[in-house]
């Protein structure tokens, strides 16, 4: 019965507002800090073909067990790829409540940002923007990323950018998970009060600065990246399809055939 009051008229019969909004709140910045870290970590391991092919492949291989196991497992980053999938989505889940549902919402929202002209509230626009767009080419990526994990290498990652044409898919990918990731981490500190000095707006002046450069780092690493991955491509064209086979193990083959 209380809840059929609550239902009808958003407050308990005590009177009281209910926590859920608060504890959902909650969780869409847990899951966000999560991604939003993870994005780091994954940037420069997708990163390490800048410094060579033999080095993106020993990671690659580091993901798959090779430290653990005979054979590697590309299960494993399979079964990585499933968690944070299922943090994605629930991500994604939680911050579709914030969106405008209809045209009158929206409208209200595009009142208070021209009216208060305040960069937090202007920059709502692009966080759920490309947090729409994400929900798709994330997705997409991840589910790639889950079936196809057995392809990610120096060559299959290059061959998917150049030869599947996906290069331009990957840098709007990228251009949104930046902005969003940047802008969404700034959120969180400002949120729950993290790094805040004396003075709240020092220290959110110094935030937004740490974040834009944090953002511009990300970018000009990522794009570089994707350059990267692009030219191996390239050079690779006709031979698409071809796996990877590291320096050491090209040498042992040719040593042992010189031998012989
Ligand atoms: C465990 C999960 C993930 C794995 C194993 C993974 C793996 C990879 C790999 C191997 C690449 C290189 C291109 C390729 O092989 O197709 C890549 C690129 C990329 N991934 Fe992921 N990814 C994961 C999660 C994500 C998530 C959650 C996002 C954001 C929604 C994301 C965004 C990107 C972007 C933007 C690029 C292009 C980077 C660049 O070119 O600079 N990835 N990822």
């Excluded at 729409?132 to 994990?149: E, I, N, P, Y």
């Excluded at 600065?209 to 491509?233: P, Q």
């Amino acid at each position: 019965m209380s809840d059929l009051i609550e239902g009808f008229l958003g407050k308990s019969v005590e009177g009281k507002k209910s926590r859920i909004p608060a504890k959902l709140d909650y969780f869409q910045s847990a899951t966000g800090l999560f991604l939003g870290l993870f994005m780091w970590g994954h940037m420069f391991f997708v990163s390490t073909i800048l410094i060579s092919k033999d080095f993106m492949y020993m990671i690659t291989k580091m993901f798959e067990g090779s430290m653990i196991f005979a054979e590697p497992k590309p299960g494993l980053v399979s079964f990585i790829v499933f968690i944070v999938f299922a943090v994605f989505i629930v991500h994604a889940l939680l911050g579709m409540r914030k969106l405008p549902i209809n045209f009158r919402q929206y409208q209200a929202y595009r009142t208070h940002t021209t009216m208060m002209k305040h960069d937090d509230t202007t920059m709502w626009l692009t966080q759920a923007f490309t947090g729409f767009a994400m929900f798709f080419l994330g997705s997409a990526h991840l589910l790639m990323m889950m079936v196809k994990a057995d392809t990610i290498g120096p060559y299959g990652s290059a061959d998917r950018m150049y030869s599947d044409v996906m290069w331009p898919f990957y840098l709007i990918l990228l251009l949104a998970v930046e902005f969003h990731g940047g802008i969404g981490l700034y959120r969180l500190c400002v949120k729950w009060g993290w790094f805040e000095g004396e003075d709240a707006k020092v220290s959110r002046k110094k935030l937004k600065t740490v974040k834009w450069a944090i953002t511009g780092f990300f970018l000009v690493l990522g794009l570089l990246t994707l350059a990267a991955y692009v030219k191996i491509g390239y050079e690779h064209r006709n031979n698409a399809g071809e796996a990877y086979k590291p320096t050491a193990q090209i040498q042992m083959q040719y040593d042992v055939k010189v031998r012989a």
